[in-house]
């Protein structure tokens, strides 16, 4: 019995991810927001839900955190409709420069979670030892902690795409 190890067939009506990449790199709609200016402004929009999911988190109001989760999920769908699905498509469902462009977005954004999770990881340590600060780490800063970590983990790569191309 052999395998099929070929590629998947874009057109295949059958295939979801195939369905998938055809709306998203064909979608019109959203091509008001495709221009840098606009790109950047739903970059900004979307670090500001991360931020009042994190306050929301911080102030310790679950209800809270529900309705700022909203936002920020609506801002990581709205940045994978104006980058075209650029930074989470496959490779079989993207062309050379957008894998290329995609590539150097995604080795950006590990080098940038990285950095943010050692100095996270430090935060955390100094506050940890009560000795040396008069701060108590509480559940309600690592619900934030990971909240942030979670949302910007998921859309940095299209943050970047959005932010850096001239064109997408």
């Given at each position: 019995?052999?395998?099929?190890?070929?590629?998947?067939?874009?057109?295949?009506?059958?295939?979801?991810?195939?369905?998938?990449?055809?709306?998203?790199?064909?979608?019109?709609?959203?091509?008001?927001?495709?221009?840098?200016?606009?790109?950047?402004?739903?970059?900004?929009?979307?670090l500001?839900?991360?931020?009042?999911?994190?306050?929301?988190?911080?102030?310790?109001?679950?209800?809270?955190?529900?309705?700022?989760?909203?936002?920020?999920?609506?801002?990581?769908?709205?940045?994978?409709?104006?980058?075209?699905?650029?930074?989470?498509?496959?490779?079989?469902?993207?062309?050379?420069?957008?894998?290329?462009?995609?590539?150097?977005?995604?080795?950006?954004a590990?080098?940038?979670?990285?950095?943010?999770?050692?100095?996270?990881?430090?935060?955390?340590?100094?506050?940890?030892?009560?000795r040396?600060?008069q701060?108590?780490?509480?559940?309600?800063?690592?619900?934030a902690?990971?909240?942030?970590?979670?949302?910007l983990?998921?859309?940095l790569?299209?943050?970047?795409v959005?932010?850096n191309?001239?064109?997408?």
């Amino acid at each position: 019995m052999t395998h099929d190890t070929s590629l998947p067939d874009r057109s295949s009506p059958v295939d979801p991810v195939a369905r998938h990449a055809d709306v998203l790199l064909r979608d019109r709609r959203f091509d008001w927001l495709r221009p840098r200016v606009r790109r950047r402004a739903v970059v900004a929009g979307a670090l500001v839900s991360i931020g009042g999911v994190a306050a929301a988190c911080l102030l310790d109001l679950p209800w809270l955190v529900v309705l700022t989760l909203a936002p920020a999920w609506g801002a990581w769908w709205l940045l994978q409709r104006v980058v075209r699905g650029m930074a989470d498509l496959p490779d079989p469902y993207v062309d050379e420069r957008m894998r290329q462009v995609r590539n150097a977005h995604y080795r950006t954004a590990y080098v940038l979670l990285a950095g943010v999770t050692v100095l996270t990881l430090f935060g955390v340590y100094v506050a940890a030892d009560a000795r040396r600060v008069q701060f108590v780490l509480q559940a309600r800063h690592l619900h934030a902690l990971f909240w942030m970590v979670q949302l910007l983990a998921l859309m940095l790569p299209s943050m970047l795409v959005a932010w850096n191309e001239p064109e997408v």
